[in-house]
């Protein structure tokens, strides 16, 4: 055993590539979608790294061309879930062992396998899986998961060597270990490096983990899998099991040792789980860790003063961008009177611009939404929109499940900022202006304040700085990411950590030291050198 003091280098974020006409990477990648469209993958579940094949058979099917199936997976049933736990449990035996500087290895081996060798297939598979083009499958499941996995070791070892305070007669020492227990990982479809993360950085502190996918995000998160496997993760340390949520959940929450959760998901779905955990509360060896990024109503606020050319570019792009599938997407805005004119002009011109198809066409700014469910429901905002008389769509709002899901970019204006698509979560390509009184700023920002149950993001621009003050402050707790004078969305590892408050989550803020201290469990000792050996004090005397 080593009694040296490793120290983990401070990593820079991943560079993003470009994928400009005629670069190495973009050939690199189109190659690599033209290999995985060609195959048609079986996907197991992997239990202590055996891999199962239960027969409950659904499709993973491109997004953007609905008929092509580019795998099956098999789904669990409650002797899988049972099965995984024993593995979870019986892995925890040797993991937590292993002295931290080698499980850190590990997932610095997977990034660098990442950065490199595995770079174009797991951009390759979120673009086919999840209908991402090509730079939103950068920035996500190469970039982000990339930087997930190095700065999540810097922040382990920042952790480590945090020590309390000592004296001359005693020694204090802070040791901080993994949970009782195993750790349930529940992932979402819209992020590739989401679905890595949220049970990645339980493990590297520990804990042995049950990793339920979203089941449109398989395709891209078996890939994933197998990257650790070839990092040398060992059996059992996370255990791959897709599968419907309510059969698994059951399993899992009723089990004593289950010690904490990590979901992104939506708001009510992580309200039932906290619930059921709450009713099951006195079966657990100890108090469960519950850790949850939901919904959002991410908002853009204009001033007076703000640069038009800006803020539209921050509109298109926050509110567009992965069709609007991003729980921090821009999905309502607030414009001056004022300014309307002019960003009404722009924003139509802009919007025009866009194009929408397949992702393979490196030209299309946006694909297809995730799913028929998906489509369905953000048709329903439009439709509704649409037979409304206090709403006007300005911009799209057609729709074509024909050949994939798509949906154009639609601009709706409200007369009403309490309308239905101002306050709920649509998590499509919708964007709600409200156009307020110049005189009425302080109204509606405190409209915008209190008119959703979320908390996640939101953007305030203005060339004032006295403004911006005035607006960050009656934002206080509107948003647990602010950005001023930029797109509420495109959170960086490292930079701005991730997460919100109210009905938006627990706000633990991933991508940083604050989300890795919910995965340990605090152990103290004092060791006293001259212990007395008298019960009695001076005053006694």
């Known amino acids: 055993m080593s009694n040296a003091r490793f120290k983990a280098r401070k990593p820079e974020n991943e560079v993003v590539l470009s994928y400009e006409k005629d670069s190495a990477e973009r050939i690199s990648l189109k190659a690599k979608l033209s290999e995985l469209k060609q195959q048609q993958l079986e996907i197991p579940l992997i239990i202590g790294g055996k891999e199962i094949y239960t027969g409950n058979i659904q499709k993973c099917v491109v997004p953007h061309n609905k008929n092509h199936v580019l795998a099956t997976y098999h789904m669990a049933g409650e002797k899988e879930v049972k099965a ?51 730079y939103q499958a950068e920035i996500d499941s190469a970039c982000e998961l990339i930087d997930f996995l190095r700065f999540n070791v810097y922040f382990m070892s920042e952790i480590y060597n945090e020590q309390i305070i000592s004296t001359n007669e005693s020694w204090n020492r802070i040791e901080y270990r993994p949970l009782e227990g195993f750790v349930f990982a529940v992932t979402p479809f819209n992020f590739t490096a989401i679905g890595g993360n949220l049970s990645i950085a339980p493990a590297l502190m520990g804990n042995t983990v049950l990793w339920k996918p979203a089941g449109t995000s398989i395709y891209s998160n078996y890939f ?53 955990i709450g009713e099951n509360i006195d079966k657990y060896k100890s108090y469960p860790r519950i850790v949850g990024e939901t919904g959002g109503k991410d908002f853009v606020f204009a001033h007076k003063d703000a640069d038009v050319n800006r803020l539209v570019t921050a509109l298109i792009r926050g509110a567009f961008e992965y069709q609007g599938q991003k729980c921090s997407a821009a999905s309502r805005a607030y414009i001056p009177e004022s300014l309307w004119p002019a960003v009404k002009y722009k924003l139509m011109g802009e919007a025009a611009t866009i194009r929408v198809g397949d992702v393979e066409d490196f030209t299309n700014f946006m694909g297809a939404v995730i799913d028929k469910n998906s489509f ?41 900022p309490y309308f239905k698509t101002m306050t709920e979560e649509i998590f499509g390509p919708v964007l709600t202006i409200y156009v307020y ?61 991730f997460g919100g408050g109210r009905a938006s989550g627990t706000n633990d803020k991933a991508g940083s030291k604050l989300n890795l201290l919910r995965w340990v469990s605090p152990r103290v000792i004092k060791e006293t050198f001259d212990p007395s050996d008298n019960y009695k004090y001076a005053f006694m005397e």
């Open 224 to 276: 994933i899998m197998k990257l650790l496997q070839e990092a040398g993760l060992p059996d059992g340390v996370i255990n791959f099991v897709p599968g419907a949520g309510n059969l698994i959940g059951n399993v899992v929450f009723n089990n004593e040792c289950f010690g904490g959760i990590h979901f992104t998901g939506s708001t009510e779905v992580f309200n039932s789980m906290w619930k059921i």
């Open 376 to 416: 369905d429901r953000i048709k329903g905002y439009i439709d509704y929109a649409h037979n409304s008389h206090e709403a006007e769509i300005i911009f799209g709002g057609n729709c074509d499940d024909s050949a994939g899901y798509f949906i154009e970019p639609t601009i709706i204006v409200a007369q009403n």
């Open 437 to 497: 009184a110049d005189d009425k700023l302080e109204e509606t920002l405190r409209i915008c304040n209190e008119s959703t149950p979320y908390g996640l993001t939101g953007s305030i621009f203005s060339q004032n700085r006295r403004a911006l003050v005035e607006m960050e402050n009656m934002l206080d707790y509107a948003a647990g990411n602010l950005y001023i004078n930029d797109k509420p969305t495109g959170a960086v590892v490292g930079q701005q950590p």
């Open 84 to 134: 995984a736990i024993e593995a979870a449990l019986e892995a925890k035996k040797e993991w937590v062992k292993m002295p931290w500087h080698h499980r850190a290895s590990i997932f610095l081996k997977a990034a660098e396998l990442l950065a490199g060798p595995w770079r174009m297939t797991l951009n390759a598979a979120t673009m086919l899986g999840q209908s991402k083009t090509a």
